[in-house]
């Protein structure tokens, strides 16, 4: 049972470029999340989802964008990246039935330059 | 809106002592309560939560807090810290209504232990 996979772990993008961050989950649930942590400031909702086909903004959508094709899957889209992207992200996912016990992976680090 | 207050960005105790990390939040709604921990280079994993009933919730690790609805405080206590405790922990609240299980962080303490 692997949990929520992100791939990848680190990456470092020029301004400008694009690039998608991957999550995936085996434990069937139907909530997912992406959230981004900065020092200092916490961990802020980017987007979400309760089930596939259904995405939603949350706090700090603005340049990103997210699918949800299946329930496994949740990708972050980044485009024309801005050195204020640069931050760690962590995607997670919970059951419907128990809203806000999220299983976190490990996070993506991300730096554009 | 709902926010999370986190007292103290850095707490240091020796090993053996009393934890307490503080947390006040602010909502408009009856709140879920969660304390999250994050080892170095890994994600966040659950420490406890409240939703209702009994104010005293028990966690992993030897945790536990406290829901003060009169005083809007949900402080993590520990009786005696262990090396392994060091981290970084985050308070976190929900609304209990449908929130779809967003939540709103605090800033994060975190905890130094000394031998």
């Known amino acids: 049972n692997a949990g929520v996979t992100q791939t990848p772990k680190f990456r470092i993008l020029k301004i400008g470029q694009s690039m998608t961050l991957q999550c995936t989950q085996d434990m069937n649930h139907n909530y997912m999340y992406w959230y981004r942590q900065d020092p200092g400031m916490g961990l802020k909702l980017i987007y979400y989802?309760?089930?596939?086909?259904?995405?939603d903004k949350g706090e700090v959508p603005n340049g990103y964008n997210v699918s949800r094709s299946t329930t496994e899957d949740f990708p972050l889209r980044l485009e024309l990246a801005a050195p204020s992207q640069t931050s760690v992200y962590f995607c997670a996912s919970s059951y419907s039935n128990s809203p806000g016990e999220l299983f976190f992976g490990e996070g993506s680090r991300l730096t554009v330059l | 809106a709902q926010s999370v207050t986190q007292l103290g960005s850095h707490v240091s105790v020796s090993e053996g002592a009393l934890v307490l990390l503080r947390c006040n939040y602010s909502s408009s709604v009856p709140p879920y309560l969660f304390w999250y921990v994050q080892y170095p280079n890994q994600g966040l994993q659950l420490l406890l939560k409240y939703t209702t009933g009994a104010t005293l919730v028990k966690g992993i690790n030897g945790f536990e807090a406290e829901f003060k609805k009169s005083e809007t405080s949900f402080h993590l206590t520990k009786p005696s810290a262990h090396m392994s405790d060091a981290a970084e922990y985050f308070c976190a609240v929900s609304d209990s209504g449908t929130s779809y299980g967003k939540l709103t962080f605090g800033q994060g303490t975190i905890l130094t232990v000394h031998p």
């Open positions: 989802s309760v089930g596939a086909g259904i995405t």
